[in-house]
């Protein structure tokens, strides 16, 4: 079923997507390959079943926007992704360095290539702007264990709310961004409930921040996430946050109830 669906969403690529009953074959394929983005990243064996491996570009790689201090913090939370055994062996740590693509349906199998069907146009809010170090530099990091999430981000100077300082919608958008993440690692699919802002303090723009986030409780499809922002060294308070997330069927993002 699977690659028969492939070989006509291929056939129909190749034919200008003429005729195509996109929702029908969305459904159906991101349905089942957006269940946790963990699959894909650790790859079970239907997915060799997938013909398109396109992979997608990761922008949460450091780039020369990148101010010493975000590389410093970039460096500290990568190092501890890396972990040592008893006889000094390399192994995976308790964190894991996650990527950051353009669009969201591109964390699914063949997502390079849907994303090319579906809104062709349509970018990640955080990743629209494509100057390096303009708006939203960010990378995440998740402790599975833990159930925990931490994302050092540099504020860009389009980012501006109060004259030189950093816009509470973007910083209320990063805070979305990190806590849905975890949510969504820990979940699968998940849509925004609430998300519950305390501005404490001003951030300077261009200042490098943290952004803690933690799991709270999960009870049934939903997921409370709690979140800290601070300076880079933590000592500053800048935002509190408590959000909910509910599990979704994808199938009503595109179009069907399935
Ligand atoms: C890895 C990838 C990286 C990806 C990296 C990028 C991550 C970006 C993340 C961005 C995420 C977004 O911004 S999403 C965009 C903003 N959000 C939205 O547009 C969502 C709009 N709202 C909805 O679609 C819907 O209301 C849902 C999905 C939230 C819930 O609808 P539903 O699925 O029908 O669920 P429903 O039965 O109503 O509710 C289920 C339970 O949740 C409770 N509940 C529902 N809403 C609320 C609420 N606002 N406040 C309190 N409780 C609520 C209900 O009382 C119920 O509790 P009980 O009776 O069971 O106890």
Redesign the pocket.
Known sequence: MLGHIARRLGHQMSNGLKGMNLPHVLTKETHRHLQS?FDTICPVSMMSLWPFSGKPQDFSQPNSSWSPEMVRLYEHYNALCDAENENGEKKRGPWRK?P??DR?IK?ATGGVHLSKLVQAKAR???RCIEEEGAAFEYVAFLNKVEKTCVCVFQAGHLLEGAPGHLHGGAIATMI??????L???LSG???????NTNYRSPVPLGSVLLIHCALDRI????IFVNCKVTSSDESKLHTEAAA??????IG?LFGTQS
């Not at 909910?244 to 069927?249: A, G, T």
């Open positions: 983005p996650l950051s693509y969201t964390y990640l809010f955080t979305d961004t990190v806590t849905g993440t949510a969504g690692y699919p998940v849509m925004t409930a609430y998300l009870e049934g499809k939903k909910l997330f509910v599990s979704i069927n009503p």
